[in-house]
Each structure stands twice: as structure tokens, then as C-alpha cells.
């Protein structure tokens, strides 16, 4: 009741030639797997109306989201997707938004129909042209990104009027997803098809925890979403503080684990945290964040939501490269931007995300664990970026060294490596007058002077 009378039309601009041919195999359905432990519960999902795919689908994908009956856009992409730079404006250098731009000029809207779009804000442009002009069904997009996307092409292509249209007639609620859905490996699949006893060329396998917090601004309505996820579904009002919850204490809860985890020989998440060195360390990372910088959603506990959080991570299935991947951009986003909220020039408060910075290090510099067991480095961004400073502060970090004469030496803790490294792998971080410098300094020397579980347990005193 309450969401018959919607339907859902998939769209996706993916050239994945296997995605496609799956779907088409399959009828647009797909099975979603559960996992909780070694449970699997897995159904099969008959949702879509209609999958369609650029550049094959076009014409269909322009008349879906120009119609008036089309209330609700839910976009799901990659920052690199939206094909913006860090100004939110658009990359001019991609061929992707060249190809766009010129796609949108046109004369006759008819034409745009003929001309297949690349990109979202591409999509989006041509969209608000045509209801513009059609009809003025006001429209709800759910995501941050593409509201940039779409207001930088509409500029860019038509100028002031057309961006202020959307931006007044349009509406953006902002929504957080809790749920992990896990990276589909081959070994991964293997078990949970064996499990399931199902098979299917593109299945969705996630934890068995979900909660989706909606800001309630849909000016042509929307489904009863809530009456159909058992309670996972919370309208609300404004959802930025339950973004920053999750952001800084459950993906912050994942990078404290990672590379711990990974240094101690670990390869997935419950495994790391079944393993009372991770554990305690993640609670004491933890105790920082919720003391200084969380500030709880009206109704929410946030002790209570640790606890959430643990019980999660204690039973995920996910790898831990999965959190590796894109770490420099995982840090920054969920640990570092907890940094202005810390205590100034206190040790104590920020030592936990220096020793995760530590870890972290090491993982890059050496790429092996604690066992002599080769660690493969996720795909990173900013690997190729950073790794040679990473290499620097590892190679400094001594506590002595032989002079001239081969005398002993005392080295200070490498300070301006230390500082070079956390600058240039964080540009937007807000350092400020913070201790965190001179303390990685110290800390990173002591690392490499002894295995990771002595640091950890022994030597750090955290």
C-alpha cells in the first residue's frame, strides 16, 4: 500500500557490456543475499519497470525523466562520474563534457532527442530544458553530486537562467544509506551462491542491517517507503548530522580498522574485529570521535550507536582492501575532517588518528604485514602521489644514524617529512595549530623500530 502506484524505471550509463547483457537475460531482476555470519537470506528483486541503457536506450531515457509523471529521481554515481573539479565546476578537459556541451546546442528540442548524452549533468540539462518548456511538474533528485552536476552544465550551456531554474523549481533532498553492500568476488560469490543455492550473473550481496534516512522534500510526492522497509526508513528533516555520524564514526570506525587489520595479517572485517589489538584500539579511536566531533541527531544516542557500529563491523563479510580502496580520500573525509573538533595541542585526544596515520604509513611504505606477508596496495587515487613522501618519512624515521666518522648519531623525529606527507596527502585538511605533526613524527620512528603488535600494545600507550 502507498508505493503500488509508483514504479521504478532503472537507467544506467555504465558501458558494462555484462551488466547489460545480464539484465536483459534476466528480465531487469536480480537477487539480493543477506549475509549475516554464515546465514544467507536471498530473494529475488522484480522492482524495475524497465532497465534502460545508454546510448543504446536514449531516446526512452530522455522521455522517462522528461515526463510528467515523473516525480523522483534517485541518482547513484561516482564523485568521478559527475565530472567536476574541486571547485564544483565542470572539467572541461573530460571528452565526456565536451561531447555534452556540444550535444546541447541545439535549436529545437527535438533535436536533443537524437543527440545521446554522456554524462549526468548532460542528462540533467537536457531534462530541465524540456519540462521547462513541456510542463513544470516540480521534480525531486535525491543526491548531493549530481545538483552540481546539473547546475555547472545548465551554466555552462544556457547560461544563469536556466541553473536558477533548477535551483529554485527543483528540489535536493539529501539522503544517507546505512548499508553495506559488498564487493562481489569471485570467492565471495562462489560461497554465497553455494549457500543461497541461486545463481545469477549480477547479484547484490549485502549486510543484514539497513537504514535509510530521508530528508522529506518531495514537492509531487512519494512512495510510503517507510511502510515497506520494516522501520529502515526514516523521514527527517535535515539529514546532515546523520551524514557526519556516519562518515566520522562508522566509514572513521573502517579506516581505524583497515590497516591495522591488514598489518596483523587480516583480510576481513569481522576477522580484524574478533581480534581483541584491533578492537581496543578501534574503541579508543572511537571514544575521541563521539566525545568531540559527533553531535548526535535529535533521537539518537551516540553510545548506543557505537554499539551499532560494532555489531556491524563484527559481522561483515567485507574485505578489508574494500576499505583500502581510495584510502588517501576515506582519511581525509572521515578521520582528518575530525581534527578541528579535537582538543588543541593535546596529545591525548589526537593520538589515536596519528597512530591510524602510522598504520596507514607502513601499509604503503613497506606493503608487506607483520608476518612478512606481501600486502597489495588497493586502487588509490593518490597512491602514485604520495607514495615517495611515504617512502621518505618511512626511510628518516630512525632513531640514529652513522656519521662521518661512524659515530653514532641521534636523529630528531622526522618533523618536516612528517609534515610534507600529511600536506600534501591532505591539501584541505584543517591542521591549524594542532600537536598531530609532532606527535606522527615520534610515533612513525617507534613503529619502524619494532614489529606492529609491540608498538601497539607495548610502546604507543595509547
Excluded at 544467507?40 to 546510448?55: D, K, M, R, S, V
Excluded at 548499508?179 to 550473473?201: C, F, M, N, W
Aim: charged share 25%; proline share 5%; hydrophobic share 40%.
Amino acid at each position: 500500500a502507498g508505493c503500488l502506484n509508483w514504479g521504478i524505471s532503472a537507467v544506467s550509463l555504465s558501458p558494462d557490456a555484462k551488466m547489460r547483457h545480464a539484465m536483459r537475460k534476466q528480465d531487469g531482476m536480480y537477487t539480493l543475499t543477506v549475509r549475516s555470519g554464515q546465514e544467507c537470506q536471498t530473494q529475488i528483486i522484480g522492482a524495475y519497470c524497465e532497465h534502460l541503457f545508454a546510448p543504446d536506450d536514449h531516446r526512452k531515457i530522455l522521455h522517462r525523466l522528461c515526463a510528467a509523471s515523473t516525480k523522483i529521481l534517485s541518482i547513484m554515481v561516482s564523485p568521478e562520474e559527475l565530472h567536476l573539479d574541486e571547485n564544483q565546476e565542470l572539467d572541461e578537459a573530460s571528452e565526456d563534457v565536451q561531447a555534452d556541451l556540444q550535444a546541447l546546442e541545439c535549436h529545437h528540442l527535438e533535436e536533443l532527442s537524437e543527440r545521446p548524452f554522456r554524462t549526468v549533468g548532460g542528462y540533467l540539462a537536457a531534462t530541465a530544458i524540456i519540462r521547462r518548456m513541456e510542463h513544470e511538474v516540480p521534480l525531486a533528485v535525491l543526491g548531493d553530486g549530481p545538483v552540481a552536476a546539473a547546475v555547472a552544465m545548465a551554466r555552462k550551456s544556457f547560461g544563469d537562467d536556466l541553473a536558477e531554474y533548477i535551483q529554485a523549481k527543483w528540489r535536493f533532498p539529501k539522503m544517507v544509506c546505512e548499508r553495506v553492500v559488498y564487493h562481489v568476488t569471485p570467492d565471495l560469490l562462489e560461497e554465497t551462491q553455494k549457500i543461497s543455492g541461486v545463481a545469477d550473473r549480477c547479484p547484490v550481496i549485502c549486510e543484514d542491517f539497513v537504514r535509510w534516512v530521508v530528508e522529506d522534500k518531495f514537492p509531487s510526492g512519494r512512495p510510503h517507503w517507510d511502510a515497506v522497509l520494516n522501520g529502515g526508513c526514516l523521514f527527517v528533516q535535515d539529514a546532515v548530522p546523520f551524514s557526519e555520524m556516519q562518515s566520522k564514526v562508522f566509514h572513521g570506525a573502517g579506516q581505524a580498522i583497515c590497516y591495522l587489520g591488514l598489518l596483523r595479517g587480516f583480510r576481513r572485517v569481522k576477522d580484524a574485529v574478533a581480534d581483541h589489538i584491533v578492537s581496543d584500539f578501534l574503541g579508543k579511536y572511537l571514544a575521541v570521535v563521539l566525545e568531540h566531533a559527533v553531535t548526535a541527531p535529535e533521537g539518537f544516542d551516540l553510545e548506543s550507536y557505537k554499539e551499532e557500529v560494532y555489531e556491524r563491523l563484527q559481522g561483515s563479510d567485507q574485505e578489508l582492501y574494500a576499505l583500502a580502496l581510495n584510502g588517501t580520500q576515506q582519511i581525509e573525509t572521515c578521520c582528518m575532517s575530525c581534527l578541528p573538533a579535537f582538543p588543541k595541542m593535546d596529545t591525548a585526544s589526537v593520538k589515536p588518528l596519528v597512530l591510524l596515520l602510522c598504520f596507514w604509513l607502513r601499509y604503503i611504505a613497506v606493503a608487506e604485514d607483520e608476518n612478512d606477508m606481501p600486502l597489495e596496495h588497493a586502487p588509490d587515487d593518490r597512491l602514485e602521489d604520495i607514495a615517495p613522501l611515504a617512502q621518505v618519512l618511512w626511510r628518516n624515521a630512525v632513531k640514529t644514524s652513522k656519521g662521518e666518522g661512524g659515530e653514532t648519531l641521534r636523529r630528531p623525529p622526522p618533523r618536516d617529512d612528517a609534515k610534507a606527507f600529511v600536506s600534501h596527502a591532505f591539501p584541505r585538511a584543517e591542521l591549524g595549530p594542532t600537536v598531530l605533526v609532532e606527535v606522527m613524527a615520534s610515533q612513525i620512528v617507534a613503529l619502524r623500530a619494532n614489529d606492529v603488535t609491540t608498538f601497539i600494545t607495548t610502546v604507543a600507550r595509547l
